[in-house]
C-alpha cells in the first residue's frame, strides 16, 4: 500500500466529509477511495471513520491519526518543495480559486504569460462569486476582494478596488440626480448581495464618512446581473471601477456622487498555510503580485503590496 497516497486521500476526507467528492477530486471512482481507507484501517488496525447513510465522522482513532498524517504529508511537501526550489522550475498544478468577472477580465487573460514562464506548470481556475472555504474546495490559493477575518489563512495583498456610482441616463432624466449620497434613500437602488452589508452603502468626502441605508426593488448575487440592469434603467448601482473599464456596455452609464467615493476594498491572495509553500503556489503568488502591480485600475505601491 501506498502509506503516503492513503494518508492523502484519509486528510482530504476528513477535511471534506465526502468519500464520493474525494473521488471526483481524484478523478477516480468511490470504490477506489474507499478500499484505499479500508486498506488503511486494515493496515493500522483501527477504524477511522463512523458511517451512516447521512453521516461520516471521525473516530477517536481516526481523530489522532488526522494530525500525524498532516505532519507527515507536510514534512514529504516541504522536501519536494525544497528540491523544486533547488530545480528552479514550479511544476505540477496550482489550484486558483477567483470571483467570477474578476477572474474573466483580470487573471485568465494574463495566465499565458505564467504559463509560458513555466513549461512543467498548469492552472485550475475556479471562477465563484461565493467566499468559498479554501481547504474543503481543495484550492491552493484565492483571490478575495474585500476585507479577509479568517484567521486560520494567510492574507497577502495584492492590489485594491474602488467602486463607483452609476446609473443611465434614462434613469436620471426620469427621477433625477443625486447630489449627495443621503439622497440614494429616495431612490431605486439595485443590491448586490454579495457584499456583507449590501443594503448599507459607505461613502467618504468633505463631510467625512456617511454610511446611507438604500433599497431598491431588484437583489442580485452577480454583478454582470447588476451592471445589465442598471444599463436597462432599473436603478442606481455601485459598480467596481475595474470593471467600468473593462466593459464596452459601461459607456451607456453615468457616473455620479463625484465628490464622495465608496471606500477603496482591499484585493488580496489567501492561502491555508505559509509552512511547505510548494514551488508552484509561491511562483503564482508572485507573479499575481508583479501583475496587479503596474495595473492602473487595481494596482498599488509595492509598499502596500505586503502580507497581512
Same mark, same amino acid.
Given at each position: 500500500m501506498d502509506l503516503l497516497a492513503a494518508f492523502r486521500v484519509?486528510?482530504? @476526507?476528513?477535511?471534506t466529509g465526502s468519500f464520493s467528492s474525494v473521488a471526483r477530486e481524484m478523478g477516480t471512482t468511490q470504490p477506489t477511495v474507499s478500499r484505499l481507507v479500508a486498506s488503511l484501517e486494515s493496515h493500522l488496525a483501527v477504524r477511522l471513520?463512523? *458511517?451512516?447513510?447521512?453521516?461520516?465522522? $471521525?473516530?477517536?482513532?481516526?481523530?489522532?491519526? =488526522?494530525g500525524h498524517a498532516r505532519l507527515v504529508v507536510?514534512?514529504?511537501?516541504?522536501?519536494?518543495?525544497a528540491i523544486g526550489q533547488r530545480r528552479g522550475s514550479p511544476s505540477g498544478t496550482v489550484r486558483l480559486g477567483c470571483p467570477a468577472v474578476f477572474g474573466r477580465l483580470y487573471v485568465a487573460p494574463r495566465l499565458h504569460r505564467l504559463l509560458? *514562464?513555466?513549461?512543467? =506548470?498548469?492552472?485550475?481556475?475556479? =471562477?465563484?462569486?461565493? /467566499?468559498?472555504?479554501? /481547504?474543503?474546495?481543495?484550492?491552493?490559493?484565492?483571490? *478575495?476582494?474585500?476585507?479577509?477575518?479568517?484567521?486560520?489563512? /494567510?492574507a497577502r495583498r495584492i492590489g485594491a478596488s474602488r467602486a463607483v456610482t452609476v446609473a443611465s441616463r434614462e434613469y436620471l432624466d426620469n427621477y433625477g440626480v443625486p447630489t449627495h449620497p443621503r439622497e440614494l434613500q429616495h431612490h431605486q437602488? @439595485? @443590491?448586490?448581495?454579495?457584499?456583507?452589508?449590501?443594503?448599507?452603502?459607505?461613502?467618504?468626502?468633505?463631510?467625512?464618512?456617511?454610511?446611507?441605508?438604500?433599497?431598491?426593488r431588484l437583489r442580485c448575487d452577480g454583478i454582470e446581473a447588476v451592471m445589465e440592469a442598471a444599463i436597462s434603467s432599473v436603478?442606481?448601482? $455601485?459598480?467596481?471601477?475595474?470593471?467600468?473599464?473593462?466593459?464596452?456596455?459601461s459607456s451607456q452609464l453615468r457616473q455620479i456622487l463625484h465628490p464622495w467615493c465608496p471606500p477603496m476594498?482591499?484585493?488580496?491572495?489567501?492561502?491555508?498555510?505559509?509552512?511547505?509553500?510548494?514551488?508552484?503556489?509561491?511562483?503564482m503568488i508572485e507573479f499575481l503580485v508583479d501583475e496587479?502591480?503596474?495595473?492602473q485600475m487595481i494596482g498599488q505601491t509595492q509598499a502596500d503590496a505586503s502580507e497581512g
Open positions: 484519509f486528510i482530504r @476526507i476528513a477535511e471513520f463512523q *458511517r451512516s447513510t447521512r453521516s461520516l465522522t $471521525l473516530t477517536e482513532d481516526g481523530r489522532d491519526l =488526522l507536510e514534512a514529504v511537501a516541504e522536501t519536494e518543495a509560458d *514562464r513555466h513549461p512543467d =506548470l498548469s492552472v485550475d481556475l475556479s =471562477l465563484s462569486d461565493s /467566499v468559498v472555504d479554501v /481547504v474543503q474546495e481543495g484550492l491552493d490559493i484565492s483571490i *478575495r476582494i474585500g476585507e479577509v477575518t479568517d484567521a486560520s489563512l /494567510v437602488c @439595485i @443590491i448586490f448581495t454579495r457584499l456583507s452589508s449590501p443594503h448599507v452603502w459607505n461613502y467618504q468626502g468633505a463631510d467625512g464618512d456617511i454610511a446611507v441605508n438604500v433599497k431598491g436603478g442606481i448601482a $455601485l459598480l467596481p471601477l475595474w470593471m467600468m473599464r473593462a466593459e464596452h456596455d476594498r482591499p484585493i488580496y491572495v489567501v492561502y491555508p498555510s505559509r509552512r511547505f509553500l510548494a514551488p508552484r503556489t509561491r511562483a496587479f502591480r503596474t495595473d
